[in-house]
C-alpha cells in the first residue's frame, strides 16, 4: 500500500516563504513524474509544478520564478520551495506521483496540507 504524506503547509504573511515536503512509503519500484497542485476555495484544482524522473520542470506561469520543484528519489519525497509568496497562493496543496509498477503506472495523491498567505 503507497501512501503520501505532505508536510510544511501554515500560515505566512505576504512576500514570506515555505517549503513542503511530500514522501511516499510502501513498496516502490520507481517514480516517474512528481507533482504539486492546489485548490483555491470555490475553484478547481489547477497544476502548481512537476518534476519528471530525469529532472525536467513544469511549472504554472503564476507560480514561475518564484517556486521551485525538486526530489530526492533516495527518500521518494518531492518538495517544493515557495518564495514571495502571495495572497492568491493560498490554498490547499496536494503532491501527486506517478509510480511506475514495471508495465503500468499508477497514480497517488497526498492528503493535501493548507498553505495560508496573509496580506
Known amino acids: 500500500q503507497v501512501q503520501l504524506v505532505e508536510s510544511g503547509g501554515g500560515l505566512v504573511q505576504a512576500g514570506g516563504s515555505l517549503r513542503l515536503s511530500c514522501a511516499a512509503s510502501g513498496s516502490i519500484f520507481s517514480i516517474n513524474v512528481m507533482g504539486w497542485y492546489r485548490q483555491a476555495p470555490g475553484k478547481q484544482r489547477e497544476l502548481a509544478a512537476t518534476i519528471t524522473s530525469g529532472g525536467s520542470t513544469n511549472y504554472a506561469d503564476s507560480v514561475k520564478g518564484r517556486f521551485t520543484i525538486s526530489r530526492d528519489d533516495a527518500k521518494n519525497t518531492v518538495y517544493l520551495q515557495m518564495n514571495s509568496l502571495k495572497p492568491e497562493d493560498t490554498a490547499v496543496y496536494y503532491c501527486?506521483?506517478?509510480?511506475?509498477?514495471?508495465?503500468?503506472?499508477?497514480?497517488?495523491w497526498g492528503q493535501g496540507t493548507q498553505v495560508t498567505v496573509a496580506s
Open positions: 501527486k506521483m506517478l509510480i511506475d509498477w514495471g508495465t503500468y503506472n499508477t497514480a497517488y
